[in-house]
């Protein structure tokens, strides 16, 4: 693997740190007139998806990390692992529950994902931005109480439970963000 | 491309500057930015050009032109001009810049300071106040770190108490200085703040105080935490200079940097003589962002490369 200096930093570059994959989000170039350059930055790691402060020296490097991103098809799961597969290749992948951590209350068979790979095994999963799901189970809605504010929990065909409004009913789809769980409309079908 | 108010701000900041100086009788000049040889600073990297088959340098600074033009008799000089710098980018830096550069006769940094506070309150058209604190004041202050007394070792110590993530045994003892200052002292600083009187190991080119040879007659001038200016009563041995310059290409080859071919004429001009003097060299585009309210140098660059 290339190893990468302080001036190739950039956000999504995934480099090893402590022996473990990380992809860095954040670079800040620091440096006074003229003294040292520093490189400030926010680093993710991949294994555990905490996010870590560090401050490089100029001119200091770290390997890359053997890491990629592809989009797979969420298939079953067994107990054990989550099954994905490359549409195109029909190969499949088996992701442990570490690997899909929270991402699972968002699994939806047939619907696609952003499979992270390091060393060709699944470490992280990551859902779209935005989801279209069916609500499974819910109080029943309140007639003539559309224009009010007020939410209730639904609980979504993933398995996700999130806060909808009131009028909404069983069966109905949402679209929801799956960054922060808000519920952002009700799709017409 | 910025908006029309940030080049209308910038054409206005440069007719003020124009101003300022016609009023005190300082000349306008215009350096060359292609040189024969370059800025030796271990921590500045320079930018080579192919010139007519030879290689010529990008101008890191204009300060060496402008010196041998003091020594020919100019008289107290000024000049607005691009400098380069290879490696510099981020939301303060840009590997090609735009500042202001003037010296003035007669003048130590003491009396240099006063005359950036005229020059910025008539930029900004406002009485302001201006902070002052001593570069060894300020790690005592905000650090509790007395600088005359603190080994490397404290040093180091005192960057992993304070910055996150650093394997500070990498660090020298000036390395630890620079990230304090840029990460922790400078965060402390509110409005304009002069800093002066810096550590003789960051003298560069300024003189080292007189019955204090600790210290160099340095400043800085920052706006909250951003550099905006850094000034010198300015060095005028020739042999303490040829010596840093020696001193600087040694640091470069231990670095693995490229060492540069040491600048003859300039240091032929301080031999005949540098009238006492001190110079000053202020971030333009660092000045419009903060006229601007903006925190990044991109949005004040007149079409940006980067």
Same mark, same amino acid.
């Given at each position: 693997?290339?190893?990468?200096?302080?001036?190739?930093?950039?956000?999504?570059?995934?480099?090893?740190?402590?022996?473990?994959?990380?992809?860095?989000?954040? &670079?800040?170039?620091?440096?006074?007139?003229?003294?040292?350059?520093?490189?400030?930055?926010?680093?993710?790691?991949?294994?555990?998806?905490?996010?870590?402060?560090?401050?490089?020296?100029?001119?200091?490097?770290?390997?890359?990390?053997?890491?990629?991103?592809?989009?797979?098809?969420?298939?079953?799961?067994?107990?054990?692992?989550?099954?994905?597969?490359?549409?195109?290749?029909?190969?499949?992948?088996?992701?442990?529950?570490?690997?899909?951590?929270?991402? &699972?209350?968002?699994?939806?068979?047939?619907?696609?994902?952003?499979?992270?790979?390091?060393?060709?095994?699944?470490?992280?999963?990551?859902?779209? &931005?935005?989801?279209?799901?069916?609500?499974?189970?819910?109080?029943?809605?309140?007639?003539?109480?559309?224009?009010?504010?007020?939410?209730?929990?639904?609980?979504?065909?993933?398995?996700?439970?999130?806060?909808?409004?009131?009028?909404?009913?069983?069966?109905?789809?949402?679209?929801?963000?799956?960054?922060?769980?808000?519920?952002?409309?009700?799709?017409?079908? | 491309?910025?908006?029309?108010?940030?080049?209308?701000?910038?054409?206005?900041?440069?007719?003020?500057?124009?101003?300022?100086?016609?009023?005190?009788?300082?000349?306008?000049?215009?350096?060359?930015?292609?040189?024969?040889?370059?800025?030796?600073?271990?921590?500045?990297?320079?930018?080579?050009?192919?010139?007519? +088959?030879?290689?010529?340098?990008?101008?890191?600074?204009?300060?060496?032109?402008?010196?041998?033009?003091?020594?020919?008799?100019?008289?107290?000089?000024?000049?607005?001009?691009?400098?380069?710098?290879?490696?510099?980018?981020?939301?303060?830096?840009?590997?090609?810049?735009?500042?202001?550069?003037?010296?003035?006769?007669?003048?130590?940094?003491?009396?240099?300071?006063?005359?950036?506070?005229?020059?910025?309150?008539?930029?900004?058209?406002?009485?302001? +106040?201006?902070?002052?604190?001593?570069?060894?004041? +300020?790690?005592?202050?905000?650090?509790?770190?007395?600088?005359?007394?603190? +080994?490397?070792?404290?040093?180091?110590?005192?960057?992993?108490?304070?910055?996150?993530?650093?394997?500070?045994?990498?660090?020298?003892?000036?390395?630890?200085?620079?990230?304090?200052?840029?990460?922790?002292?400078?965060?402390?600083?509110?409005?304009?703040?002069?800093?002066?009187?810096?550590?003789?190991?960051?003298?560069?080119?300024?003189?080292?105080?007189?019955?204090?040879?600790?210290?160099?007659?340095?400043?800085?001038?920052?706006?909250?935490?951003?550099?905006?200016?850094?000034?010198?009563?300015?060095?005028?041995?020739?042999?303490?200079?040829?010596?840093?310059?020696?001193?600087?290409?040694?640091?470069?080859?231990?670095?693995?940097?490229?060492?540069?071919?040491?600048?003859?004429?300039?240091?032929?001009?301080?031999?005949?003589?540098?009238?006492?003097?001190?110079?000053?060299?202020?971030?333009?585009?660092?000045?419009?962002?903060?006229?601007?309210?903006?925190?990044?140098?991109?949005?004040?660059?007149?079409?940006?490369?980067?």
């Amino acid at each position: 693997m290339a190893s990468y200096s302080t001036n190739e930093f950039r956000s999504g570059l995934k480099v090893m740190l402590d022996g473990d994959p990380c992809s860095i989000i954040e &670079n800040e170039f620091v440096k006074p007139g003229k003294g040292q350059a520093f490189s400030r930055v926010k680093i993710r790691n991949l294994k555990n998806g905490r996010v870590l402060d560090k401050t490089f020296k100029s001119g200091e490097s770290l390997e890359g990390a053997d890491v990629v991103d592809v989009d797979m098809q969420y298939l079953y799961d067994d107990g054990e692992f989550y099954h994905f597969m490359v549409p195109e290749t029909f190969e499949q992948y088996p992701a442990d529950r570490n690997a899909v951590g929270e991402s &699972n209350i968002w699994l939806k068979a047939q619907d696609m994902y952003e499979v992270t790979l390091y060393n060709g095994a699944p470490i992280a999963i990551t859902p779209p &931005n935005f989801v279209e799901l069916e609500i499974t189970e819910t109080d029943p809605g309140l007639k003539g109480d559309t224009a009010q504010g007020g939410t209730k929990p639904a609980t979504l065909e993933s398995g996700a439970v999130v806060k909808v409004p009131l009028f909404l009913e069983i069966g109905e789809k949402v679209r929801v963000d799956t960054r922060s769980g808000a519920y952002m409309s009700r799709v017409k079908s | 491309m910025p908006a029309l108010p940030v080049l209308k701000q910038r054409a206005l900041v440069y007719k003020k500057i124009r101003a300022f100086f016609d009023e005190i009788s300082t000349l306008e000049v215009d350096t060359p930015l292609l040189g024969i040889t370059t800025n030796t600073d271990v921590h500045i990297q320079s930018i080579a050009a192919r010139v007519c +088959s030879s290689t010529l340098y990008l101008q890191t600074s204009p300060e060496f032109a402008m010196k041998r033009l003091l020594v020919s008799g100019s008289g107290s000089i000024y000049q607005i001009s691009h400098a380069f710098r290879d490696e510099e980018k981020g939301l303060l830096h840009h590997p090609e810049f735009s500042l202001l550069e003037w010296y003035s006769l007669g003048f130590d940094y003491q009396a240099l300071m006063s005359q950036v506070e005229d020059l910025i309150s008539r930029l900004f058209e406002q009485e302001l +106040s201006f902070h002052k604190i001593s570069y060894f004041e +300020s790690f005592h202050r905000y650090l509790k770190l007395d600088l005359q007394l603190a +080994s490397q070792t404290e040093c180091q110590d005192c960057v992993t108490q304070h910055i996150p993530g650093i394997d500070s045994s990498l660090l020298s003892w000036d390395d630890c200085l620079d990230l304090l200052m840029s990460q922790i002292v400078s965060r402390e600083f509110k409005g304009f703040t002069f800093l002066y009187d810096y550590p003789e190991s960051q003298a560069s080119l300024a003189r080292i105080k007189v019955g204090e040879p600790h210290l160099a007659e340095r400043f800085e001038l920052f706006y909250n935490d951003i550099e905006l200016a850094n000034g010198f009563s300015e060095l005028t041995d020739a042999k303490q200079q040829r010596l840093r310059f020696l001193q600087d290409n040694c640091k470069r080859q231990q670095a693995g940097l490229q060492t540069y071919p040491i600048d003859e004429d300039f240091l032929k001009a301080l031999e005949q003589g540098l009238p006492e003097c001190a110079g000053v060299a202020l971030g333009l585009d660092r000045l419009i962002m903060v006229m601007q309210q903006v925190n990044s140098i991109h949005d004040v660059m007149t079409l940006d490369t980067f």
